[in-house]
T-cell receptor, first 116, second 117 residues
């Protein structure tokens, strides 16, 4: 069974600085997706970034980038130039690619506070 | 394009009462899901469906039932509410085919905060 671990329950960063959120996972699968979701106080689940395991290049979306280390089963999220609107809970998630269900396995989340 | 619509957004139930959380999507996705989110626990899968007429249990199905009579609708039924079912519930749908339409991936509803007292 797959598991996703986020070892940082809470983090804080000053506005305009850079912060990295950690995520590790355990799987015997070779073909899968990894995701970072943002959940602001509005409760909405917002996709931040997606990485396909067969792609060696790390995914980037504007100020958000990942460091995907497949052999180490590590998938960290870097937020550059942090903004107050980045304050949210962040979830790392795993999905087996090509499976019968497309179900997501979530980590327990990291609460990020961006300080002015 | 409304995406995934969940109702209600908030609900308070008394122990032993029943209710149905409604979920509908307009993206013609075959795959739909119900997750619950408890503090410090992430999201756990309750039930899922891979198409109309097909449902199956996830990690935490006890105390819940689902049905999928149409592609669009996937209601979640709580028969005898218990305090342990106090949680935030998310409905979602997914599509991971080869289309480049932009509906590639997961779409979540806005959630239902349920309190059982």
């Amino acid at each position: 069974a797959q598991t996703v671990t986020q070892s940082q329950p809470e983090m804080s960063v000053q506005e305009a600085e850079t912060v990295t959120l950690s995520c590790t996972y355990d799987t015997s699968e070779n073909n899968y997706y990894l995701f970072w979701y943002k959940q602001p106080p509005s409760r909405q689940m917002i996709l931040v970034i997606r990485q396909e395991a067969y792609k060696q290049q790390n995914a980037t979306e504007n100020r958000f980038s990942v460091n995907f280390q497949k052999a180490a089963k590590s998938f960290s999220l870097k937020i550059s130039d942090s903004q107050l609107g980045d304050t949210a809970m962040y979830f790392c998630a795993f999905m087996k690619r090509g499976g019968a269900t497309n179900k997501l396995i979530f980590g327990t989340g990291t609460l990020l506070a961006v300080q002015p | 394009n409304a995406g995934v619509t969940q109702t209600p957004k908030f609900r308070i139930l008394k122990i032993g009462q029943s209710m149905t959380l409604q979920c509908t999507q307009d993206m013609n996705h075959n795959y739909m899901y119900w997750y619950r989110q408890d503090p410090g626990m992430g999201l756990k899968l309750i039930y899922y469906s891979v198409g109309a007429g097909i449902t199956d249990k996830g990690e935490v199905p006890n105390g819940y039932n689902v049905s999928r009579s149409t592609t669009e609708d996937f209601p979640l039924r709580l028969e005898l509410a218990a305090p342990s079912q106090t949680s935030v519930y998310f409905c979602a749908s997914s599509y991971f085919g080869t289309s480049a339409t932009g509906n590639y991936g997961y779409t979540f509803g806005s959630g239902t905060r349920l309190t059982v007292v």
